[in-house]
């Protein structure tokens, strides 16, 4: 899993792998320190996976289609870029415009693994089928 590669950011746990770090110490993180959200991400996907309560997302932060009236759905899958490198895509649901990319952690990775079928990337990440640029 990813996961365990995210090093902590700060702290007196920092650069140790988010894996390596005790529940107490992230749970706080996550309760009380302003975080990116990949890193809030990962922790809450690390907590969860030690089966420890966390949020699965902020839905104030969730994206929506700014070209649609209500905000339009998104969409993840796994696409490559113009060089051939592995990146998850945003498309709108509703529309079909393509959204610009997300980042490759937590929850965009899980949702992009299961809209396609769960192979392995180039990068070891288990995803979706990529397709040819």
Request: charged share 20%; aromatic share 4%; net charge positive.
């Amino acid at each position: 899993m990813a996961i365990g590669k995210v090093l902590m950011p700060f702290g007196k746990h920092a650069g140790k792998p988010l894996s390596a770090v005790p529940t107490g110490y992230l749970s706080w993180a996550l309760a009380n320190c302003r975080l990116s959200s990949g890193i809030r991400s990962a922790i809450g996907a690390e907590l969860r996976g030690r089966g420890e309560p966390a949020p699965v997302t902020d839905t104030a932060a969730l994206p929506t289609c700014p070209t649609c009236p209500n905000g339009g759905d998104i969409a993840y899958s796994w696409d490559r870029d113009s060089i051939g490198r592995p990146v998850i895509r945003r498309r709108c649901r509703t529309c079909g415009r393509k959204l610009s990319l997300a980042v490759e952690m937590g929850e965009a990775m899980a949702l992009a693994n299961a809209a396609e079928g769960g192979e392995t990337s180039p990068r070891g990440h288990t995803s979706g089928k990529l397709k040819n640029a």
